[in-house]
DNA sequence: TTGTATGCGTTATCAT
DNA sequence: ATGATAACGCATACAA
């Protein structure tokens, strides 16, 4: 590997020569910048960045933790947050937790010794509050995505799962339905609860009571019918809708149901949050309420971005992003 | 921060006695490793691998570039890639050059500059080849997936793209299809290079004569119908089916075919390389060629650790991972 | 304008 | 079994 003293060596001048040039700092004459400059080339020399982090104390290294990297959600999440590291000029450290807790407590273990500025935190559930406690004790800026995690305070970007979910069942109201099923996420993630929340209310609204043996939970990303469809079909007044939490479940539940030969919308309608990208485009079906998923990542790195370089950023803020209601057709009037 | 120095004062030892506690090497009393062990537990000692990296010689990461972040092939590979790196103990850094030559490039030099201990690299196309001979000039191994480029000798794992075009092409064949339109990638890549060799294989075999008139070319990531499709569809006599050479291509052509009223698979029959997974599963709509995409990346990055401990990996590997033909309903006899 | 000394946190080498 | 010293590649402070 090629240093700054090889270079200096042969340009004939000190290290330190070399290191101004190369970050523009300090007063050098163009003639010795030039020559260094051409020597630098023909050596083809790379700073070695390892080097540069350690005298500096920061890496220009940002991490992304997700949940789930096969969720479209994620995907454009990442695609965002991608864009937007290499628009600020920082390298992305890439992690996927798989839902999963200690997963998660290993690539906050990674983070903590690669020493990065900040990470763009999309935590598995409430019990991440040890591994983000565990950033915050050792100062490292983060912001939280997706899902609020009780107990701590940051920056954070959400979207308004309450406010999205009461749009989809009262989309299903209006459409008719009163049995309405719900397939949620694990109630120690903080949108699992919001969704129910919306969901309960806008039952409430149009005074239909809540049936909790309409109400199923499971993990966000696996989705295992078993005999929880089972369940919810054979009861005596069986749902005629069904609001997936997220769009993982929804696909779950869609293509369980057309197994036992229940077709969609036709017997039963199906709804969902997050929307699924190139699926919809080859085949617009799922009605869902869909988040903004690249802003998440793009808006994430920003906030992060200003929480380590700003003085003047205050308190942590909180961004919520708006769902958009799209009426697709696997829903229909009963 | 905390370092060696300060749990070392507090441990009453030297630095190099908590060095070797770390790292289990050298001979250290079982006392004074307990002893070590609990003051690291209580200062919360986190190692800095930065400093680690610069005398060892090596960072533990590993980098994987793909093209397209949207494209839910290389998402499989990149979840692969998570796996394997994680089970290999490396950290992945993570780049999406969107096929982009100039964000290539750019991610190449963020690569050197990291040190990365090896690279798994999906290039854009021929001309990553000046990006490629970067990385070899400065001795860091790398495992080119998907596409060969020309003038590199590599570990390599790639399809078997001419033979899934052939079995495509064949498969509509079979069907009664004789005009058939191929919708290809650029061809500076050599997947749509193979894919047009097969797809003109097959209909050789069959005595069907090449039309040029039915075989467009694009980006593989950017479908735009444009005049394109138009001119596909307004001749004299236009195609019965269409073979897309990859998924993204693939819902692209069928979105348009619907917005101009043309039905999939009455009025004409698609098939494509590369599956579409949660869309899939939705709905098991189209015909493809399916890759085994978790698999490309996570053999890729087994190779790729292979060759960088191996001092026994003789010449470069390449692996042909197979695909699939999966038979669903969008194409149809004609 | 340019160079010298020092330190960032760690490990390897070699003593003790 | 443990410790002192140097080195990894670079940048900051200060001198020249």
Redesign the interface.
């Known amino acids: 590997?090629v240093t700054i003293y090889d270079i200096a060596q042969m340009a004939n001048v000190s290290a330190m020569t070399v290191s101004k040039v190369i970050n523009n700092t300090g007063r050098i004459s163009e003639e010795t910048r030039r020559k260094v400059k051409k020597v630098m080339e023909e050596l083809?020399y790379?700073?070695?960045?390892?080097?540069r982090?350690?005298v500096l104390q920061q890496?220009q290294i940002l991490s992304?933790l997700i949940t789930d990297?096969?969720n479209?959600f994620y995907?454009?999440l990442?695609?965002g947050a991608?864009d937007g590291a290499?628009q600020y000029g920082y390298?992305?450290?890439?992690?996927?937790s798989d839902e999963d807790y200690a997963?998660e407590k290993?690539y906050v273990?990674?983070i903590?010794?690669?020493?990065v500025d900040g990470v763009l935190f999309a935590p598995a559930g409430d019990l991440s509050l040890k591994n983000l406690e565990k950033l915050r004790?050792?100062n490292i800026p983060f912001v939280i995505m997706d899902r609020a995690v009780p107990g701590i305070e940051s920056d954070m970007i959400c979207g308004d799962s309450k406010e999205g979910a009461r749009k989809l069942v009262d989309y299903l109201i209006g459409l008719g339905h009163r049995r309405i099923a719900l397939v949620n996420g694990s109630l120690d993630v903080s949108t699992a609860r919001l969704r129910y929340e919306g969901y309960a209310e806008a039952l409430a609204l149009q005074g239909i009571p809540l049936d909790e043996t309409l109400i199923i939970h499971q993990n966000y990303r696996d989705y295992h019918a078993d005999d929880h469809l089972e369940q919810l079909l054979e009861q005596p007044s069986p749902p005629t809708a069904i609001f997936a939490a997220n769009?993982?479940l929804?696909?779950?539940v869609?293509?369980d149901l057309r197994e036992r030969g229940i077709r969609v919308p036709e017997d039963i309608s199906v709804v969902c949050f997050d929307d699924?990208?190139?699926?919809s485009?080859?085949?617009p079906?799922?009605t869902v309420a869909a988040q903004p998923a690249y802003q998440f990542g793009a808006m994430g790195i920003q906030l992060l971005v200003e929480r380590i370089r700003g003085s003047s950023v205050p308190e942590s803020r909180k961004v919520i992003l708006p769902s958009e209601l799209v009426i697709r057709s696997s829903a229909k009037p009963i």
Chains 1, 2 share one sequence.
Request: proline share 4%.
């Open positions: 590997m083809n790379i700073p070695n960045s390892n080097a982090s350690l890496t992304l990297i096969t479209p995907t454009s990442a695609r991608e290499k390298r992305l450290l890439f992690g996927n997963k290993d273990d990674m903590l010794s690669t020493r004790a050792h769009n993982v929804a696909v779950g869609i293509r699924l990208d190139l699926s485009a080859l085949d079906f799922l």
